[in-house]
């Protein structure tokens, strides 16, 4: 099946920091989700994103959809100690547009 | 809350016990998700049901595990015979149509420890 693979695995910032994660595949993805889960949570959907190229911000949140529609990134500027958590992209399966696929996350840690 | 509900939040089963999950969907969703994520792992499908129907299961092992959405009440994640990998956390989503590729919404997940 497709896999979605995300760097970097984990971070260590101060808060204030800003800070950048992406998620990179080896075949198309024509939807990229970035997703939040806070520890003992369900992932919350933070940016969809449905176009090659497409940059859209949430907040402090900015996510783009990668040119060859094979990558994305999540930007969060102006870091604060709530958004410690995983953060997950995850994109609608190419054969069933009903699954998920994830990737394995990046765990932001924020020291105050 | 009118999120969608997960119960019991954790549940400890001995080896060979069955544990049986439950899913109650958004008021006026008729599609559930099941998704299971090991620890330090990612989210993984295991089925999608709309009422009275399984439309997917690719992600579901073929022994011991099986989900129902009847149509009336919750949609439940049924494992026989636990084994010591079946400990994870067990997501639930719903949508009121198949709507994958718009992100669906998850539950706060059955957290599953066998001993």
């Known amino acids: 099946g497709q896999q979605l693979n995300q760097s970097p695995q984990s971070m260590f910032i101060q808060e204030g920091e800003d800070v950048s994660m992406n998620c990179t595949s080896s075949s198309i993805f024509n939807t990229w989700l970035w997703y939040k889960q806070d520890p003992g949570e369900g992932p919350v959907l933070l940016i969809a994103l449905y176009k090659a190229g497409e940059l859209t911000s949430n907040g402090r949140l900015t996510a783009q959809f990668g040119i060859t529609r094979k990558d994305s990134f999540l930007n969060i500027s102006a870091s604060i100690p709530s958004d410690v958590g995983i953060y997950f992209c995850?994109?609608?399966?190419?054969?069933?547009?009903?699954?998920?696929?994830f990737g394995e996350g990046t765990q932001l840690t924020v020291n105050p | 809350n009118a999120g969608v509900m997960q119960n019991p939040r954790h549940l400890v089963r001995r080896r060979g016990q069955e544990a049986r999950l439950r899913c109650s969907p958004m008021k006026g969703h008729s599609h559930v998700y099941w998704y299971r994520q090991l620890p330090e792992e990612g989210l993984k499908f295991m089925v999608y049901?709309?009422?009275?129907?399984?439309?997917?299961e690719s992600g579901m092992p073929k022994e011991r595990f099986s989900a129902e959405f009847p149509k009336e009440g919750p949609s439940i994640l049924r494992i026989q015979q636990v084994v010591r990998g079946d400990s994870a956390a067990y997501f639930c989503?719903?949508?009121?149509?198949?709507?994958?590729?718009?992100?669906?919404?998850f539950g706060s997940g059955t957290r599953l420890t066998v001993v």
């Open positions: 049901l709309q009422k009275e129907n399984i439309i997917d």
């Open positions: 989503a719903s949508s009121d149509r198949d709507r994958a590729g718009r992100g669906y919404t």
């Open positions: 995850a994109g609608p399966e190419e054969t069933s547009g009903s699954r998920l696929t």
